[in-house]
C-alpha cells in the first residue's frame, strides 16, 4: 500500500512515540536524580557519556525491533505482543501452538509485569516519603503509609483524571529541572566543565570498579527489552518499517536527553550526594535557593501521585478479571485488590530509592535481556521473512 503522508506527518509520528516515552519514563526514579546517582554519573563525567550512549544504543534498537514486530504481526496489547514473539500468535491473531505453552507465556509476563508494576510503586512511595519528611518532617514510615492510602483512593477514583495531566506534569518537570540546572551551572559550573569530559576524576567513585559499572548498567539496560509489550498499546500509527525504527530512535534520543538533564544536575555534586535517597531534592534543599526547592516539591510531588494510581489501577483492572463474584461491587474489588498490590509495594519501599534502583532494576533487566531480548533480536529474522513473502520474492 502506497504512503501518502507528507514528511512532516510521519515525523509527528515518530515524536509522538518519543514524546510518549519521554513522560512515561520520567517518573518518581528519575526526576529524583536517583537514576542519575545509580547509574549514569556513578564514575564521573567522562564516563556518564558513554553509558547515556549505550543506553540510548539499546533502546532505540529494541523498541525499534519491538516496533517493527508489531506492525507485522499486528499485536495490540502485550499479552498478544508476547505470544506473538514466542511463536504462538500469527499475524492475523490466531493462537496456535501447545495451550500448556500459551498459559505459562500468559503467566510468566502478567508475573514480570506485575513486579515492574510493584517495583515501580514502591519507588514512588520511597519517593513520597522522602518529601513528606524533607517538607513537614514526617517520618519516613508514617509518608509512605500516608502514601499508600492516598495511591488506593486515587487508583479508584482519580486514575483517569491523574492520567489526563500526565503531559503537563511531564512538561512541568522538564521545565523546572531545566531551571535547576542553569542554576547549578551557576552555581558549579566551573566543577561541572572540569568533570564533563574526564575519564578519571570519578573512577574511584564507589565499591564498583569502571568496568563492573559498565556491566552494572549493561544490566540495567535490559529494562529496553520489555517496553514492546506497553507500545502495542500506542502503535496504531506505525504503518512502515521506517516508522518502527525512526520511532525507536526517537524513543532512545528523548530518554538520552532526559538521562543528561539529570545526570548534569547531580554531577557537580558527586559523590557527596552518591548515598541520598533523592539527590536532586538534597541538592535544592542544600545549595539552591528556597524558591526552587519549593517548585520542586511541587512539581515532583504531582509527578509522584499521577504515576503510582496509573499503575496500581493498571494491575487492579488486570486481575479484576478473574474475580468472578458479583456479590462484591467492582470499586471495593478494585479496592481491596490496589491494597493488597500497595501492601506489597510498601513492604519494598523500606528498602529505600537507591537499593530498588541497584537490585531490582537491575534483575528485571537482566529477566528482560533473556525473556525478551533474544526472542527480539531472533524476530529480527523473522519480520525480514514476512517483508519479503509480502513483497513476493
Not at 557537580?268 to 536532586?280: F, G, L, Q, S
Not at 478494585?334 to 513492604?347: P, V, Y
Request: glycine residues 8%; aromatic residues 16%; charged residues 10%.
Amino acid at each position: 500500500m502506497k504512503d501518502n503522508r507528507t514528511g512532516f506527518e510521519k515525523f509527528m509520528v515518530w515524536f509522538g512515540l518519543g514524546a510518549l516515552m519521554f513522560g512515561t519514563y520520567c517518573g518518581a526514579n528519575m526526576a529524583s536524580g536517583a537514576y542519575a546517582a545509580n547509574y549514569m554519573v556513578t564514575k564521573g563525567g567522562g564516563h556518564m557519556w558513554l553509558l547515556i550512549g549505550m543506553f540510548v544504543v539499546l533502546m532505540a534498537f529494541f523498541c525499534g525491533a519491538a516496533l517493527d514486530f508489531i506492525r507485522v504481526y499486528n499485536t495490540r496489547d502485550y499479552n498478544s505482543f508476547y505470544l506473538a514473539l514466542w511463536g504462538l500468535r500469527d499475524e492475523n491473531g490466531n493462537e496456535k501452538g501447545n495451550s500448556f505453552f500459551r498459559m505459562l507465556v500468559t503467566v510468566f509476563y502478567d508475573f514480570y509485569s506485575t513486579v515492574i508494576g510493584v517495583v515501580t510503586v514502591a519507588a514512588t512511595m520511597s519517593l513520597f516519603a522522602s518529601l513528606m519528611n524533607s517538607l513537614w518532617g514526617v517520618p519516613t514510615l508514617f509518608g509512605s503509609l500516608i502514601s499508600l492510602l492516598l495511591f488506593a483512593v486515587l487508583s479508584m477514583y482519580g486514575a483517569a483524571f491523574l492520567r489526563r495531566f500526565n503531559t503537563a506534569m511531564t512538561i512541568s518537570l522538564a521545565v523546572c529541572l531545566v531551571a535547576i540546572l542553569a542554576l547549578v551551572i551557576g552555581l558549579k559550573g566551573d566543577v561541572m566543565a572540569e568533570r564533563l569530559t574526564s575519564l578519571t576524576i570519578g573512577s574511584d567513585w564507589g565499591s564498583r570498579t569502571v568496568k563492573g559499572h559498565y556491566w552494572f548498567v549493561f544490566l540495567y539496560c535490559g529494562i529496553c527489552c520489555s517496553w514492546g509489550g506497553p507500545l502495542s498499546n500506542y502503535c496504531d500509527r506505525i504503518k512502515t518499517k521506517s516508522d518502527a525504527w525512526c520511532s525507536g530512535i526517537f524513543i532512545g534520543f528523548m530518554i538520552g536527553l532526559v538521562f543528561l538533564l539529570t545526570s548534569l544536575i547531580v554531577l557537580p555534586y558527586m559523590p557527596d550526594v552518591a548515598t541520598e535517597n533523592a539527590p536532586i531534592l538534597a541538592i535544592c534543599t542544600n545549595y539552591l535557593p528556597k524558591i526552587m526547592t519549593a517548585i520542586y516539591w511541587a512539581v515532583v510531588m504531582f509527578s509522584v501521585v499521577s504515576t503510582g494510581p496509573t499503575f496500581i489501577f493498571n494491575t487492579s483492572n488486570r486481575f479484576i478479571k478473574v474475580w468472578k463474584n458479583d456479590n462484591v461491587p467492582t470499586r471495593m474489588k478494585l479496592f481491596i485488590i490496589a491494597m493488597a498490590f500497595l501492601i506489597l509495594c510498601l513492604l519494598l519501599s523500606f528498602v529505600g530509592l537507591i537499593a530498588i534502583c541497584q537490585v531490582w532494576y537491575k534483575w528485571l533487566g537482566t529477566l528482560g535481556i533473556y525473556f525478551m531480548g533474544i526472542p527480539i533480536i531472533y524476530s529480527l529474522y523473522r519480520v525480514w521473512r514476512k517483508d519479503r513473502e509480502a513483497a513476493g520474492k
